[in-house]
């Protein structure tokens, strides 16, 4: 009898032990801030991607609190002539009572018309957020892609940006991410990469620059031929024209590979036409 009610107490208490190291359930930011429980500072460390902005955060109640940084969260500059912050990379902020602490968010400029925000900035929580950026934040949160891809995808959900430049060295990476924005924004699914230098200017404004399309084109060869890449303006006029013919000595389905560089390009619609003599096997349009 001794026995058993030692094990009872022994079980009692590992039971209160396990209860009262349980961890606190994490509220998201919005809740937590409008129960008055934290304080939130949240300035710009430069620039418009990346980690971009520093969150601190201050517990005001004597309890430990768990916040809850939700992708899809939207900060607005104190300037509205500077972009937005999309966040979208959930973190778990846990804080002592009366604790403060600083962190660093994942977030994607989302109005690339505006100007880039300066060191120093102060943003607040967007009280209205666009669900298509929610979901592709959503998105973002659950994969691993490049930051320039991250921002890219936001642009074309944000700005309508074209899909061909959600881009990665490996375009098998951002398949997933392209088809996302494309279910996302109606936009169709193209065939070709087109590489974006981008700059900030003096002013703060974002500046970009194509400089390569590349992709691949599928054609069928029935006999051995010789076969011309071409590429045509919209009004039919050559923009580029290979230096010789490309001999192919065998049939069947073959994948070629397109590259061009189109730096100093006029913008506009163009087309690559894959020709053999006396026949036209393949015409692809895409956009500088």
Not at 106 to 129: D, H
Not at 141 to 146: A, C
Not at 224 to 244: D, F, H, R
Request: aromatic letters at 8%.
């Amino acid at each position: 009898m001794r026995l058993l009610t030692y094990l009872g107490i022994g079980i009692l208490c590992f039971g209160i032990h396990s209860f009262t190291n349980a961890p606190t359930e994490a509220m998201s930011l919005k809740d937590a801030l409008a129960k008055g429980l934290v304080k939130l500072n949240v300035t710009g460390l430069g620039g418009h991607s990346g980690e971009c902005i520093e969150a601190g955060f201050q517990n005001v109640s004597a309890k430990k609190v768990s916040v809850k940084i939700e992708p899809g969260l939207v900060f607005k500059p104190e300037d509205p002539g500077m972009q937005d912050i999309l966040v979208v990379k959930e973190q778990i902020i846990v804080l002592n009572g009366k604790a403060s602490k600083k962190s660093n968010l994942l977030g994607f400029c989302c109005i690339s018309s505006n100007r880039s925000p300066k060191k120093g900035t102060k943003f607040t929580v967007a009280k209205e957020v666009d669900p298509k950026l929610v979901d592709i934040a959503r998105h973002i949160n659950k994969n691993k892609y490049s930051e320039d891809a991250m921002q890219n995808a936001v642009w074309s959900v944000s700005d309508n940006q074209e899909v061909s430049e959600i881009y990665d060295e490996v375009p098998e990476t951002v398949k997933p991410l392209r088809e996302e924005v494309c279910r996302l924004t109606g936009q169709k699914n193209d065939w070709f990469n087109r590489q974006v230098n981008r700059s900030i200017d003096e002013e703060g404004y974002i500046q970009s620059e194509p400089t390569k399309i590349d992709g691949n084109l599928v054609i069928d060869i029935d006999k051995p031929t010789s076969i011309y890449q071409t590429v045509y303006k919209e009004n039919g006029e050559v923009a580029w024209a290979p230096e010789k013919a490309l001999d192919i000595n065998f049939t069947g389905k073959i994948s070629m590979k397109f590259n061009i560089t189109i730096r100093g390009w006029a913008k506009g619609k163009y087309y690559v036409k894959i020709t053999r003599p006396g026949k036209e096997l393949l015409k692809q349009d895409f956009t500088v």
